[in-house]
């Protein structure tokens, strides 16, 4: 049976709905907590590797306070170049944008210039196909999704860019053809967001102000479960991509 091996980077960042697919798909759900001490899987052929998400950085890559990011991009270098399915989601989609020559820099306010998270359901102008992109399959639509990130990718060379967002351009990306970066959330539900809400109020402040997880929480009560069939659609085309 193939493996879904999940790279798991703190408690609350968790596979949340992409268990849920692969499980339907008979993937068996292989999880790996990298901040727990848990030691990186070896690949094997039809294995899919999925990077989740998490506070850290690019920036954080060689520090002692997480070692194993390191180990992770030589990780995601390797899937590369075996050919191995990859999924990186936010901090994840950075990861492997940096394993594949590329970098990331501080999302910043494009009228004053100044470092500007982009946190919250983007309803308004929600990710939306590049007119150029050659991988239509995945979205036919715009997608509404979660944003939670303070970062923007510098794409390498080799990637193509398959979506953005009004605010942030390297929404989704893939790099050959089974690699594929997401920077925001469709994997989430109530009560994950909810506890990000609660844990990450320094965050949310510094870019939504002081009412931001009063704003936030009401967002997720709109958006989480109307958009749960357009997110899972989303996914299956992912996989479908991947088989």
Known sequence: MRRLLVLQHLEREHPGLFVQIAE?????VCNFRLDLG???PELRNGDLLLVLGGPMSIR????????WLN???VLIK?????GVGIIGVCLGSQLLAYAAGGDVEVLQDEVFHKPLAEIGWDNVFPISLKNNCK????????LPVLHWHGDRILLPGNAELIASSSRCKEQLFSIASLAFGIQFHVEIDDEMVNTWISEDKV???SALGANGQSFLKQQQKEFGHKTLESRLEFLNKLFDLLD
């Open 78 to 82: 390797e899937a590369l170049k075996q």
């Open 24 to 28: 339907e798909r008979g993937f068996i």
């Open 135 to 142: 991988i239509t399959k995945l979205l036919s639509h715009p």
């Open 60 to 67: 954080d890559i060689g520090t002692e306070t997480y070692p």
């Open 71 to 73: 180990e992770e991009v």
């Open 203 to 205: 965050f949310i402040s």
């Open 38 to 40: 848990d030691s990186l």
